[in-house]
């Protein structure tokens, strides 16, 4: 057996190894399983037609930033469509209605529109460093082999991205 085949092979072991966390990156974000796993697959399909990685750290970094360049794509295109669709269900919404006044609601929506908003205005790598962190409950070790730096980068984009939210939120003309 070559050495290519070799390398396709492992890489191939290597996404499938992966392909479990995949789905559930795409399930917390995603209305449905069907769908975090066709996410998944297509993010696999990728990664395995571009196999150049020496390591399964490598691939591992590469296979991960593959799945959050897709989601993004996704929201941009979702975006420009007018919005995602959404499958509505009445006895949640009744839950959610009955103990929730229309001021808190709208309260809650304006804050995170500021939020989102301070988010935005950060970099790109130290926004992904908070996500991954406060929405996609990562450490900063997982963070750091995910986006191939060091741990005191992550810490660095953490503390630099808390500073910024706190002055913006904080800031009277942000509101």
Request: a negative charge; glycine letters at 4%; charged letters at 30%.
């Amino acid at each position: 057996m070559s050495s290519n085949a070799v390398t396709e092979l492992n890489s191939a072991a290597t996404v499938t190894q992966l392909r479990p966390a995949l789905v559930r990156f795409f399930r917390r974000r995603c209305p449905t399983l069907a769908e975090a796993e066709d996410l998944a697959h297509e993010v696999i399909v990728r990664a395995l037609q571009h196999a150049q990685w020496t390591s399964d750290e490598q691939a591992k970094n590469y296979i991960f930033r593959a799945a959050i360049n897709l989601w993004r794509d996704r929201i941009r295109r979702n975006a420009v469509r007018g919005g995602a669709e959404v499958d509505w269900d009445d006895e949640s919404t009744l839950e959610v209605s009955e103990g929730t006044t229309l001021d808190r609601v709208l309260v809650s929506e304006e804050e995170l529109y500021r939020v989102h908003a301070a988010l935005l205005e950060l970099g790109e790598r130290t926004r992904d460093v908070f996500v991954l962190h406060r929405l996609e409950h990562l450490k900063y070790t997982e963070i750091a082999g995910m986006l191939g730096v060091s741990v005191s980068a992550v810490e660095k984009h953490m503390s630099k991205a808390l500073a910024h939210l706190a002055r913006r939120i904080d800031d009277h003309e942000f509101i």
